[in-house]
């Protein structure tokens, strides 16, 4: 299965955009790029997922490599209540989600 | 709406003891799923159903594990003699997926279980 790499940590200022990098070098065709994030003593929460072109909703937006070979979590505006553990993960729709140890974004007020 | 629920929200309980979890998700979800998690780490899969049909377990499924979903609603996960490492969050998560669609998956806030 393709894997993904994710920096174990990054800080951020409130009100600030950030930028939260996924690399998927061995992605294939079909691989879904699916985000979610964990906030403390919660379940994980869905955030964005995309193919190919890049993804906007309410939460985040999604830029994707044109190559596929990586993709980048776009949070415009941090606050305090995006603090979390956010996951990369390619979903291959053929067998269930893989999450690694994902990035732990502390936002600073 | 009411999303997937995960009854108990904690449970601690002494080794060699069963246990029991159950996971109720969003209704008309065919697909639910278990997941672990302990301290520092994201979740591990442990196995899903498709309707009643368990479709895929995971090596980290010991014997010890089973997971049952009759009639396609609602699941339970049962950890018959309960050791200290099987001290963990256990996740739930539905979706709804047909063919190799890329439904989200929803989780519930987990079973804490402590075994000392």
């Known amino acids: 299965d393709a894997k993904t790499t994710q920096p174990n940590s990054m800080e951020s200022n409130e009100e600030e955009p950030v930028h939260l990098p996924c690399n998927h070098s061995?992605?294939?065709?079909?691989?879904?790029i699916h985000w979610y994030r964990q906030l403390p003593s919660q379940g994980p929460e869905y955030v964005i997922h995309g193919l190919t072109s890049n993804v906007n909703n309410r939460m985040a937006s999604l830029a994707i490599a044109e190559d596929r070979k990586s993709s980048t979590l776009i949070l415009h505006r941090a606050t305090l209540r995006d603090a979390a553990v956010y996951y990369c993960i390619l979903n291959t729709g053929r067998r269930a989600l893989t999450f690694g140890s994902g990035t732990r974004l502390q936002v600073q007020p | 709406d009411t999303g997937v629920s995960q009854d108990p929200r904690h449970k601690i309980t002494k080794r060699g003891q069963n246990v029991t979890f159950r996971c109720d998700p969003i209704s008309e979800h065919n697909r639910l799923y278990w997941y672990r998690q302990t301290l520092g780490q994201g979740p591990e899969f442990l196995t899903y159903?498709?309707?009643?049909?368990?479709?895929?377990k995971s090596r980290l499924l010991s014997d010890r594990f089973s997971a049952e979903r009759p009639k396609g609603s609602f699941s339970t996960l049962e950890i018959q003699r309960t050791e200290q490492g099987d001290s963990a969050m256990y996740l739930c998560a539905s979706s709804f997926t047909q063919g190799r669609n890329n439904s989200p998956l929803h989780f519930g806030n987990g079973t804490r279980l402590t075994v000392t």
């Open positions: 061995t992605i294939s065709g079909t691989d879904y």
């Open positions: 159903f498709q309707n009643e049909a368990q479709l895929e």
